[in-house]
């Protein structure tokens, strides 16, 4: 995602009571190497060294605060992650639609499919379009 998009480029459907660090992890080898050099804003769920490594290797710039207990931090872009909350509107933004926020369809593949119709409208309401 460039630092102007304001959608999703991928995402994927996980069970509840999984950790995220390793969710994340594979999202970000579904979605692939990167042409450029591309910010990805995280939040301290993914700020362990595997997940860090995954995505510069993947031409991503990790933008994650290290926790408080780190023994060795390291300097991050404070007004790049100040963005983070846009990924959290983007969130509550789809659970707007009570399809989704109920989670009417029993089937994965169905509730994925709604996601992405959401998806496709914010981006159309908003202008993102390619």
């Known amino acids: 995602m460039s630092v102007n998009e304001k959608t999703a480029i991928d995402f994927i459907l996980s069970d509840g009571h999984l950790h995220d660090?390793?969710?994340?992890?594979?999202?970000?080898?579904?979605?692939?190497?990167?042409?450029?050099?591309?910010?990805?804003?995280m939040d301290k769920a993914y700020e362990d060294e595997h997940t860090r490594y995954i995505a510069q290797r993947l031409?991503?710039?990790?933008?994650?605060?290290?926790?408080?207990?780190?023994?060795?931090?390291?300097?991050?872009?404070?007004?790049?992650?100040?963005?983070?909350?846009?990924?959290?509107?983007?969130?509550?933004?789809?659970?707007?639609?009570?399809?989704?926020?109920?989670?009417f369809e029993k089937l994965d593949k169905m509730f994925i499919g709604f996601i992405q119709l959401a998806l496709v409208y914010l981006a159309l309401r908003s202008g993102n379009t390619p």
């Open 21 to 41: 660090a390793p969710q994340g992890r594979i999202l970000m080898e579904t979605v692939g190497k990167q042409k450029s050099i591309i910010p990805l804003v």
């Open 59 to 103: 031409g991503f710039y990790p933008i994650v605060p290290p926790k408080s207990n780190r023994k060795n931090p390291w300097d991050y872009d404070t007004e790049l992650y100040k963005r983070r909350n846009e990924i959290e509107r983007l969130f509550r933004l789809i659970k707007g639609f009570r399809r989704i926020f109920v989670r």
